[in-house]
């Protein structure tokens, strides 16, 4: 079994990774001659497509020269930490992918952490080299510089390097001497990656994925760490608790190339699915049956950020969704948690609302993205930070903010983002960008990207991780403009915004639906102001020169998930349907919520 390698491949979003991981399949031939595919082969969910990152790990197998390459697809970033930590544990070796002109990204830094802190070999690999502007000789330094500061042994500094470009199909030693295919990096793998080391022992795999088909339910995926495991054998299920529970494997397959393959039997060493196990969860442990010993649970970050969940019950609801009960809500989170090992729901003191924790904004808007696009409507509440109390003093997450962001606006950046207690570390050129480090409040993030974006004219690049909890910073200014609401429900009409546009920004259209209480727009003002959207123009039969100029409307401001997600104000909801995204107050009469500010007050 000495002819298996176990490899992730781990990169910043936008890097290459997949590009890479399709060259690979195709090189090694999996495809019949007549078998048509696409692009992005591993990226097959909507929304990875959509936003070009991966979001799920996944596993594909490769045969080259006699062996079996196991390549698994790690997640970019890091409020997908729960997803990296387990992949890794399932490789021997990582290669280490960067763009010849970014160099390590912030959220490399962190998978690259993991998997260094697990002593696996690295493969560093810079692509893109056929770009303009490209710099690979410092890209190398820099990777370099990034594994020391990371703590690599002695061994892992000494890795192999490979320049090449993955759209262009090549991999090579040197990047001014382009070769005509991507094989060099299969060689490397075999080269230079460990094969697995086969302990002595019974049988122990951990299971840190899972699958489900609708055939045959909940699939656990693992790697067999020693021993070995047949189809049909008994094995015994160690679970968190510390309880053992005897069960018998039905299926056994492993993996080969973009599918399954069904086998009698899995050596150690080899990444495998299981199916007929009931009732596990990610994290236990396959042992033997007469002689069970568990393997160390995987530690999971844990969240930074929480939001409120809850039923949708503005004037429009079960218009667009289908599933839409607080029942349907509750199965779907508690589904979610399964597999997303990040996650975690806690319901509150009402039936119709659960507080989910997540490891940051994009986290969340990708569950809440996924259950909009099943046919699900619900409602959150503005992203909370969570605070935590170290020895008596208040404590709150830090995170590390990039920005690159053209010169002459590099100093508006910098502005932003101490107003909202960042401290800047780094400032140098890169290329013809400034480079700009910072050290900033998760809740200094919320909202920061809006207003950096309209400040650079969208031109920043932002990347931000969670580095530490240290003390409070004190407090910071939130949105400064208020909300212009909508005084009654119906159509919205030309006339009426024409006339109210010096009050502030839309983000609505002449003809769309409203209800009372929606938010429809941002006030010029700090204050909240409800208008009357609805006012048609009072018709005459009267006709006079220069009365009737024609309606010019500023075209409105459109949000996307996480944009609104960090827009909404303490007192508001974001209503979310399967066709819509929709801001509203909580309290929709206006009454009621100038009671409830009183109140509060």
């Not at 080969?256 to 080899?270: H, I, P, R, S, Y």
């Amino acid at each position: 079994m000495q002819n298996i390698r176990n490899i992730a491949i781990i990169a910043h979003v936008d890097h290459g990774k997949t590009t890479l991981v399709d060259k690979i399949i195709h090189a090694s031939k999996i495809f019949r001659e007549n078998q048509q595919f696409d692009d992005l082969i591993l990226d097959n969910n909507d929304l990875e497509r959509e936003r070009g990152i991966t979001i799920l790990s996944k596993n594909v197998s490769v045969r080259y020269k006699d062996h079996k390459i196991n390549i698994i697809d790690t997640p970019g970033h890091a409020d997908f930490g729960g997803e990296v930590e387990r992949v890794l544990k399932m490789a021997d070796g990582v290669i280490l992918l960067v763009d010849a002109f970014e160099g390590p990204m912030p959220q490399t830094r962190f998978v690259l952490g993991k998997a260094l802190s697990l002593g696996l070999t690295p493969i560093v690999v810079v692509n893109k080299v056929d770009k303009e502007n490209c710099r690979p000789d410092e890209v190398h330094e820099s990777v370099f510089e990034l594994m020391f500061n990371l703590d690599a042994t002695e061994e892992q500094l000494e890795f192999h390097t490979l320049y090449g470009s993955a759209k262009q199909n090549w991999m090579g030693p040197d990047w001014k001497n382009p070769t005509d295919s991507i094989l060099p990096l299969l060689d490397a793998i075999l080269e230079y990656i460990p094969a697995p080391q086969i302990e002595e022992g019974s049988l122990q795999m951990q299971i840190t994925s899972l699958d489900y088909s609708n055939f045959v339910g909940r699939i656990a995926i693992g790697r067999v760490k020693r021993g070995s495991i047949s189809e049909g054998q008994q094995i015994a299920l160690c679970k968190a608790d510390g309880s053992i529970k005897k069960m018998r494997v039905k299926e056994l397959h492993t993996f080969e190339g973009l599918g399954k393959n069904k086998v009698q039997t899995v050596q150690a060493g080899d990444i495998c699915a299981i199916t007929g196990l009931e009732d596990f969860e990610i994290g236990d442990t396959v042992a033997d049956a007469e002689n069970p010993e568990p393997l160390p649970r995987i530690a999971i970050d844990e969240p930074t950020m929480n939001m409120l969940f809850t039923i949708n019950n503005s004037p429009f609801f079960g218009k667009e969704g289908k599933f839409v009960t607080s029942r349907h809500l509750r199965d779907r989170l508690m589904k979610e948690m399964e597999k997303n090992l990040a996650l975690r729901v806690e319901p509150t003191d009402s039936e119709d609302r659960f507080l989910v924790y997540g490891r940051g904004i994009l986290h969340l808007s990708v569950l809440i993205e996924t259950m909009r696009r099943e046919g699900y409507e619900l409602q959150v509440g503005q992203p909370q930070v969570i605070f935590k109390e170290i020895d008596g003093v208040k404590h709150e997450p830090i995170e590390t903010l990039v920005v690159d962001v053209p010169q002459e606006t590099a100093g508006k950046v910098i502005e932003l983002a101490t107003q909202r207690k960042g401290e800047l570390l780094i400032m140098e050129p890169k290329g013809d960008l400034q480079h700009l480090e910072f050290k900033i409040p998760s809740r200094g993030l919320i909202g920061l990207r809006n207003n950096v974006l309209t400040a650079t004219q969208g031109e920043a690049i932002m990347n931000h991780r969670f580095t530490a909890y240290e003390p409070f910073k004190g407090p910071i200014p939130g949105r400064i403009n208020g909300s212009l609401i909508s005084m009654e429900g119906g159509q919205c009409t030309a006339y009426a915004i024409d006339k109210l546009q010096d009050r502030g920004i839309f983000f609505i259209e002449p003809g769309d639906e409203l209800y009372t209480g929606q938010v429809i727009g941002e006030h010029s003002r700090d204050n909240d102001l409800v208008v009357n959207v609805q006012k048609g123009k009072k018709l005459t039969n009267m006709r006079a020169s220069g009365s009737d100029d024609n309606v010019r409307i500023a075209p409105p401001k459109r949000f996307s998930l996480e944009e609104s997600m960090e827009y909404i104000q303490k007192d508001e909801y974001l209503e979310i349907t399967p066709k819509s995204i929709r801001m509203r107050k909580i309290y929709l009469d206006e009454n009621e919520r100038n009671r409830m500010a009183k109140k509060e007050a």
